[in-house]
């Protein structure tokens, strides 16, 4: 096991840049999701780890060892790809074991691992068929194994989970989880769904264009998204835009102006703002509560299209007048609503988010920003 460091990593082909200076500090043992739209860099960041391509400037460290011009068998990292990759006339054993064969390891030490790995991911009883012969999962499974036998220092993750259907994802997601937890190696994984990223990482980097938009626990990209993109980009539904005017700032408390909300008083940080700049305010599609606001609450109009239940929870669509775009509440359980029906929508003061229009930074202010 080892630490993983980027710093200033750039790649560029010809006089395009794909990354612009990436730092990262990841812990040994650490398992770190990077997550962003296509094209963002996601992947080319991973075969920068990898040794799959190399840096234009910067550097890469495993533990204490700077890898940068460092071949990728001799970086100690294991690489998990989409497509399996696997041997498609090799038996399952002999895909998990060729790699260390080519490596001429003992025969005793290839078995042991083998067999170790099979174990760990219940595929013994399918060492001896070939992979047409395997379930998507079954073959993810092989893949998988094929990066444990090498016992590396980095375990490297590239949308593993994208070619199989919902219900496999989620079972095999829950598996690499687990794998984690068994093995504490430090791993890196590369995805665009953000509900993987939120519900297996240690820490989330988000990605946007080739730079580190924010790199934290996943908590803390949900409830303090550092701009617009990240917000927007992480929570499912998105998060809800609203536009408006920063209308007076008395300290640390500003008052902004949005059509259909009336007078909102937020606290903010201060600093580069002033009167007149445009906002946008976030809102969470499950922080809205369809009721009249009480004490330290805001509340809104808001018009019902129609809604969705899928039984546990209500999706409930519609408009804010003076809002162009659609609206998104999340109501647990099973509520009927009346199309072209008008609401009162309430939320706390604490659930707001507030983002300057310089940039789409984030400057609302909440208890736990200290």
Known sequence: MASLSLEGVVKAFGEHPIIRGVDLSIADGEFVVLVGPS??????????????????????RIGEHDVSAVGPAKRG?????????????????KNLSFGLENLRMDRAEIDRRVGEAARMLEIEPLL??????????????????RAIVRDPSVFLFDEPLSNLDAAL????????TRLHRRLRTTMVYVTHDQ????????????????????????????DRPANLFVAGFIGSPKMNFFSGRLASLTGRDAEVHLPGFGRMVLPVDPSG?????????????????????????????????????VGTETYVYGRVAGHAADVVVLVPGHRPVDEGATLSLAVPAERCHLFHGAGGRRISRTPADG
């Not at 990292?77 to 090799?90: D, G, I, K, R, T």
């Not at 994802?169 to 690499?176: C, K, L, S, Y």
């Not at 700049?277 to 805001?298: M, Q």
């Open 39 to 60: 094209g963002c860099g996601k992947s080319t960041l991973l075969r920068l780890i990898a040794g799959l391509e190399g840096v234009t400037a910067g550097r890469i």
């Open 77 to 93: 990292v294991a690489m998990v790809f989409q497509s399996y990759a696997l041997y498609p006339h090799m038996s399952v054993a």
């Open 128 to 145: 001896q068929r070939r992979p047409r012969e395997l379930s998507g999962g079954q073959r993810q499974r092989v893949a998988i194994g």
């Open 169 to 176: 994802r989620v079972q095999t997601r829950g598996e690499i």
């Open 195 to 222: 509900i993987e990223a939120m519900t297996m990482a240690d820490r989330i980097a988000v990605m946007n264009r080739g730079e580190v938009e924010q790199y934290g626990p996943p908590l803390e990209l949900f």
């Open 273 to 309: 703002l002033a009167l007149g700049d445009p906002v946008t305010l976030g809102v969470r599609p499950s922080h809205f509560e369809i009721r009249a606001a009480a004490a330290g609450e805001f509340a809104v109009p808001f018009a019902v299209d129609y809604a969705e239940s």
